[in-house]
């Protein structure tokens, strides 16, 4: 069984920044595209940024020139580094990890809070 387990939210100033990071671990398993994905209450969940195994990357417009995605695949570990953070920006954040272990599926964190705020 594969978990992806998330650190790193918390409560920051506007203008601050944070670092997340997403480890998956488990048992024979291989990671193909790792990422982030926000969610607000009401709303549906967003994409924030996604990294495949090559290190391609692909980020929302309203992150971009904010948010670093990166990976270390020998951690297989995902990170999002959150700069000039902006009260929009609060929010729970999943990770996300499309992985093949018994069977090629989406893998989810439970999720970490990030809030922005004065």
């Known amino acids: 069984q594969v978990q992806l387990v998330e650190s790193g939210g918390g409560l920051v100033q506007p203008g601050g920044s944070l670092r997340l990071s997403c480890a998956a671990s488990?048992?024979?398993?291989?990671?193909?595209?790792m990422g982030w994905y926000r969610q607000t209450p009401g709303k549906q969940r967003e994409l924030v940024a996604l990294?495949?195994?090559?290190?391609?990357?692909n980020y929302a417009d309203s992150v971009k020139g904010r948010f670093t995605i990166s990976r270390d695949n020998t951690k297989n570990t995902v990170y999002l580094q959150m700069n000039s953070l902006e009260p929009e920006d609060t929010a729970v954040y999943y990770c996300?990890?499309?992985?093949?272990?018994?069977?090629?599926?989406?893998?989810w964190g439970r999720g970490t809070q990030v809030t922005v705020s004065s």
């Open positions: 996300y990890a499309d992985i093949l272990a018994t069977m090629r599926r989406a893998y």
């Open positions: 990294v495949t195994s090559t290190g391609r990357t």
């Open positions: 488990g048992t024979s398993f291989s990671l193909d595209t």
